[in-house]
C-alpha cells in the first residue's frame, strides 16, 4: 500500500512538470484535498502590475494551507524595479499556497502617468510548479471568489479552476483559459497580455486612485458572490468598453514608452481584438476578416418606378449591422448641406431596410423624383468597416416631382434678380453658384445650363453693359466676348421648348423658360453688334406666332411682366438705336 502510494505521487509530481496547469485536473471536489506537495523551498518572484508597480511599493506574502488559512509566517519584500518585478528570499513551505498582496503606485497607461494614490492588488497562488507569480488585476478580481468557493468546500484546484473561468467569462476571454491569470503579464506581448492591459485600462479608465480602489472593492464583492458581475455592473462594463475605443492607440503607446524608458522593448498586440466589443460574449466577431468573403445573394437591385420589396441573402464571418455601431468611435461627421452643394433636381429615394439572420429586406417606395435615383445600402461590421454594398436604382416618375430644394431656392433667387432689373444686379455670382449645382442629368433633360446662361445674358441687357462694352460679365473670374453669348443664346434656342413662359408662379415655371425668352436677349446681342435684321427675324417670331400678347408676357413672375409684349415692340422699333447707355 506505501508503495503503491508512492508511486501515485511520482506520476503526480512527472503530471506536474510534464503538463504544466493541467494539473488542475487532479484534486477531488468535495474533500478539500489537491494533490500531493512534497515541503520544499521556494523562491518566489514576479511582477505586480496595473500598469506596473513602481519601486518601493511593498508585498506581502502569506503562506496558506488547504484551507486557504494563513499558516503565521508572513514574509515582504519591496519592488526594486519599476517593472513591478520582485523576488522573495528563498523560503520553505509546507502548502504550495500563498496569499500575495501589494500596495503602492503604479504606472497609469491611461494617462499614460504614474499614479497619485496607492493601490491594493492581492493574488492567491498555486506555487507548485509556477517558477513565477504575477498580482494583477485579473488575480485581484478572482482572489475573493476563490477564497468563498474553498470556504464552500472546493479544494484549490477546483476553486481556481472555477473562479478564472468565470472571471474570463465575464470579460469574454474564454478563450484564454489555458493559463492561468497569476502568469498574465502585460509585458509579455502575448494575447495573454493584450487581454489584460484591455480588462485593466477598461476598469481604471479616468477614476482616480480612490474611486478605483472603491469601484475595485464592489466588483470583486459581486463577483465573489456568484461568480458573476450583477446587471449594474456589467452595463457600466459596456458603457466603458465603448468609451476605450479610441483610447486603445494612446494606452499601447504609452505603456511601450514606459517600458522603453525602463529600458525594455515589449510588444503590445492590436489591443481592439481583446475588447468584446458588441457584448455578446465571444472575442474577435466584431471585425470582418478580409480573407474571408462576404457572399451576398445580389449586389444590385433594379427598383421600378412603383418600388418593391427584395431580399438580399449573405453569408459573413462576423455578425453583420446597418449602422456603425460604435458611436463613440465614430463622432458625428456629417456635414451641413449648403444650398450648393448638389444638383438643382432629383432626390434620394425612400427605401426601408431590416436585417435578421444574415437576410437583408429592402423596401424601396414609389419614387418621388422625376429623375432616376440611385442608392447604396452598405452593411458594417460591428466596428464600422463597410464590408458589403448593394446598389439601387429606381426608374423616374414622370409625374414625380422636378426640382429640388437647391433649385427651387435658386429659381426663387432668379424670380428675384429679374424682377428687380433695374437695379442692375449681377448674374455672375448667381451663375457661378449654378454651374456648380447642375449635374449632367439637369444638363441633358433639362437644360437647365441653357436656362441660366439665357437669364444671365438676359439680366445683362438690363445692366451696365453698354453697346460699346461688347461683353458680358456673366462668368465670376473673366467675361465672354459678345460673339460667345451670341452662340450660348442660340445653342439654348435649340434647346429650349417652343411655349409661352408666360407668368410664371413656381420655381419649375421659371426653370422651364422658353425659346422666346432667349430669342429676346439675342436679338438684344444682335443689335449691339448692329446686325438689325437678324435682330428683327428674332422680335417678328415672338411678336407673330401668338405666344404673347399685351395681356400675356414673354416672361412674367407673379403677376409681375419681365418682359412684356411692349418690351419687344419698343426693341424692334429701334430701342436701343444710337444708344450708348442703358437701355431702357
Ligand atoms: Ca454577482
Ligand atoms: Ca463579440
Redesign the pocket.
Known sequence: MKTKEILMFCVSALLVIACGDDDTKEGTDGNNSDSKFTPQELVVKGNVEKGPFISGSMITMQPLNQKMKATGSSYTATITNDDGSFTFNPEKFEEPYARLSVNGYFYNEYKGKLSNGQITLQSVVDLKDKSSVNVNLLTHLKYQRVMNLIEDGKNFTTANKQAQEELLKCF?LQSLNTTDVSQFSIAAGTDESAALIVTSALLLGKRSEAEFTEYLAKLCADFAEDGEFNESHQKGIQEERLALYNKLDSISRNLVKRYQELGRQIEVKPLKNYV???????????SHDPSKPITLSKTEIQAPMEGGTYEVTFTSDV?LYLEPQLEDAYPNSASVESVYSGPMTGGYMTTEKSLKDNTLTITVKEAEWQNSSNAVIYLYD?MGNEVAKIKISQAGNPEGKWLNDNGRYLFNMIGEFLMARYARYDFRELYRAAQYGLSNNDISIYHLDDVMKTYALLSGTWGAQTRSSYYYRYYWDGFISLDQAIADLQKAIENLEERSAGNCQTPEDLAMSSKDVARYALAYCYLCKDEEQQAQQLLDIILNEGRCSESTPVLGIGGQSVIGYSDVVRLKNGGNNGDDTVLW
Open positions: 469574454s468584446d466589443w458588441n457584448n455578446d460574449g465571444i472575442l474577435g466577431n466584431e455578425p460591428y
